[in-house]
């Protein structure tokens, strides 16, 4: 067995975590090896984030072309997808081609390899015939892939997820979509406003049901006016392709059928191809268990979807910060003497690093590394209208038995709500004993930007008496919250 190299480092997954993390370390001076078996920057650039909204700004034009008759004369619309998918092809993508993410990494000063790297022990990564040893630690950034759930023949069927979803060149004529959470329901709008027949089938009683009520009732009523139909309480028992169209037949006898079926029923974190075992850490856990300085255990960190917080890029990027200090920090820490295995560092690596960081300040000083607080974590939905949500909603603050008080406008009660026409609300939800907000909901056609003013007042816990003495602008979306404070009392 060859011996392993060391360096200071080791961040196995460059998703938008990883990378960051590994860049950043990199661009410090440490030496850091950065492992990654698909693309570099992960789900978002690829089959997320970015192409998605390219898919819903195009459908969303589509939708806002529609509205010229009876607002601003007459307009006639033909949906054509060719420019969309040359679109996420050439500019978002590059037809899935990561060789610019993977230069972006390498010349901030990181060192790429390509598989899947597994823990080894402690301190140590294999890839392939490759082990490196981390003189300072390991980052695990490898996220989450889509979770099929085990029904009955679906598993032998071409059934698609994300993945092909975005890269789809030709719309099918008709589209099943098995999961009415926030990724289906986004795509499903889009393909609708295309022109696909689309059917959305949920188990549970209501789409959005991580979301308020409320909002899956706009949510829902929003698709069906784009000609989506939509099955909620309905389970799949059974799936069956014959060669042109899926039949997903449901509890109780109810079949739908259509050309193409796309399951997003939630992601999954495959902890057993880690080799979390040889660290004595639980790999039969849903998530990794990481504490407020995203420690999984001793000299191993662990950052994005892999610690169930949340599959955001924005959680990501904000463990990724956290992280980072914290490496640094343990770095500027450290005796300075040789490894445990009496091997020095590179030239260039973590002991010259600490010496710039001590003049930079950038890393910051001991008990100075931010902690992880997810109290005031946003998500938004970009459907049409978007759905905006930050903190807990009414129900999840009165299962922690807090004293709730509920605030409520309608988006259309507003000025600029009935300029546009606009469906949607602000709903917020506060805790009287405390006097401040805990969550809030902003659901309308800027619903997550109005979003913001309410996660800094969440996050800074903002007194509701300083709230209701704002000026909000007028006419704006985001005045309703003016409205929704005022209804607390």
């Keep these: 067995m060859a011996e392993p190299e060391i360096v200071d480092v080791v961040v196995v997954g460059l998703g938008v975590g990883g990378e960051e993390v590994a860049g950043r370390l990199a661009e410090a001076g ?3 090896v950065g492992i990654e078996r698909d693309l570099v920057g992960g789900e978002c650039p690829y089959w997320g984030c970015i192409p998605s909204k390219m898919m819903i700004r195009a459908a969303n034009a589509i ?21 969309v998918a040359k679109r996420i092809r050439e500019e978002a993508t590059d037809t899935w081609n990561d060789r610019a993410a993977v230069e972006r990494f390498t010349g901030r000063g990181g060192r790429f390899v390509r598989g899947a790297g597994r823990l080894d022990g402690p301190g140590r990564v294999r890839v392939g015939e490759q082990v490196f040893q981390a003189r300072h630690g390991i980052v695990l950034g490898t996220g989450t892939r889509p979770s099929v759930p085990p029904v009955d023949g ?22 099943l979509v098995l999961g009415g959470g926030a990724i289906g329901l986004e795509l499903a709008q889009v393909f609708a406003r295309f022109g696909v027949r689309v059917t959305v089938v949920e188990a549970l009683d209501r789409v959005l049901a991580v979301e308020e009520p409320e909002a899956s009732e706009v949510a829902a009523a929003a698709l069906r006016a784009d000609g989506v139909e939509i099955h909620t309480g309905v389970k799949a028992e059974r799936v069956s392709h014959d060669g042109q169209n899926f039949t997903l037949h449901g509890a109780g006898g109810t079949d739908f059928t259509a050309e193409r079926l796309l399951v997003v029923t939630g992601r999954r974190a495959h902890l057993e191809e ?9 790999a039969k856990q849903r998530y990794l268990s990481v504490d407020d300085r995203l420690h999984v255990s001793d000299g191993i960190w662990a950052v994005g979807d892999l610690t169930g917080e949340g599959a955001f890029t924005h959680i990501a990027m904000y463990q ?15 005796d300075g003497g040789p490894d445990a295995s009496g091997t020095a560092s590179v030239v260039g690596g973590a002991m010259g690093a600490t010496s710039a960081l001590g003049a930079s300040g950038s890393s910051g000083s001991a008990g100075t590394v931010p902690r992880a ?11 049409d209208p978007e759905v905006g949500a930050v903190g807990l909603t009414e129900h999840q603050a009165r299962e922690r038995g807090i004293n709730v008080q509920i605030g409520f406008t309608e988006l259309s009660s507003s000025t600029r709500g009935w300029i546009h026409r606009s469906e949607g609300f602000i709903k917020v939800v506060a805790d009287a004993d405390q006097g401040v907000l805990i969550g809030a909901t902003s659901v309308g056609p800027a619903g997550g930007e109005v979003l913001s003013g309410l996660v800094v007042a969440v996050h800074a816990a903002v007194p509701l008496a300083q709230l209701r003495h704002m000026i909000y602008a007028y006419p704006t979306f985001h005045r309703a919250i003016g409205d929704a404070i005022r209804d607390l009392s």
């Design 154 to 175: 679906l598993a032998d069927t071409p059934y698609w997820t994300n993945h092909q979803a975005i890269e789809v060149e030709e719309l099918p004529g008709s589209l």
């Design 63 to 83: 939708a806002e072309a529609r509205r010229i008759d009876g607002l601003a004369g007459t307009a006639q619309v033909r949906p054509d997808w060719a420019p």
């Design 320 to 334: 990724a910060a956290i992280v980072v200090a914290d490496v640094l920090d343990h770095v500027r820490h450290a």
């Design 373 to 383: 607080d997810y109290r005031a974590l946003p998500r938004v939905t970009f459907t």
């Design 30 to 32: 440490l030496t850091v």
């Design 274 to 282: 880690l080799g979390l075992d040889t660290v004595g850490v639980d």
